[in-house]
C-alpha cells in the first residue's frame, strides 16, 4: 500500500517522481549513505531533485508510524512547508511517499528540491581564519531569531543541518533533516538551549550572545550565561559518552 503526496507544483512530474522512488536502489546519485538513511539525487528533465529514504522502522515503531504517528517522511514535508510559510529557507518540498502493509510502515521517502550550496555550518567551527566568518555567525544569528521568534524549535539544530548559501554581503540559510520539531513558545533559556547541539567555542558564544542579546533587547549577561552553560553542558555529556563507549570496547578486547 502507497501514500503518495506530492506538491501542486509538481505534479505534471508526478510520474517521474515515483519512478525515483522505485528505482531508488539501482538509481540516483549518492549524496549521503548513512547506516539509518540514505539521500540521493535524481534528473527528471531540467530539474534536480534529493530524496531522503529513511531507515526501515522496527515492529513497534513500524505500527507506531502507521497508526499513532506521522512518518518521519510526512513530518518533514509539513514542516518545510510551515518553514517557507513563516520566511524561513529550506529546500523546497515536492512530496514525500509512504509505503506500508497492514502492520505497519515499511518504508517512506521524503522529496525535494536538490540545493547546491556554499558550505554548512561545520565550516565555521573548524575554520576559525574563514572569510567573514564573524559576519556570518551574526546573520546566522538573525537567522535563529526568526525561528525562535515563530515559536519553532528545531530539535535538530546541529551544524551539519543549516547549510549556507554566498549571497553577495548576505547568506542565506536553509534548513535540513526536519522531522524533528516542536512547536512552541520559547523564553530565553530554551532559546539558548536550542543553540547547544552547535558545538560552539568561546569565541563563537560570544559574538552569537551578544548578537542576540542586541536583536532580542535581552540584557548581554543574561543571554551569554544561559548560551554558555548550555553548551558546555552539551559538551560534556556528549564526551563522557564518548568516553564511556571507548571504556566499554577497550575492556571487551
Known sequence: MQTIHIHDKFKAIEAQLLACISNFETQGEY???GERNVIKSFEIGA?????KSFKTPKV???FVY???RKSKAKRSFEYAVKLLDCNILTPFPIGYVEESSATGLKHSFYI???LDYDFDFRVLIHNPELDHRDEILKQFTHFTYQLHENNINFLDHSPGNTLIVENGPKYDFYLIDLNRMQFEVMDLPKRMENLKRLWLSKKMIRIIATEYALISNEPFE???NLLL???QAFKRRINRKKYLKRKYLNNKK
Open 31 to 33: 549524496v549521503t549513505k
Open 112 to 114: 525535494c528540491r536538490h
Open 66 to 68: 502507521k497508526h499513532l
Open 47 to 51: 530539474e534536480t531533485i534529493t530524496i
Open 222 to 224: 543574561n543571554v551569554y
Open 60 to 62: 513497534i515503531n513500524s
Open 229 to 231: 552553560e548550555s553548551s
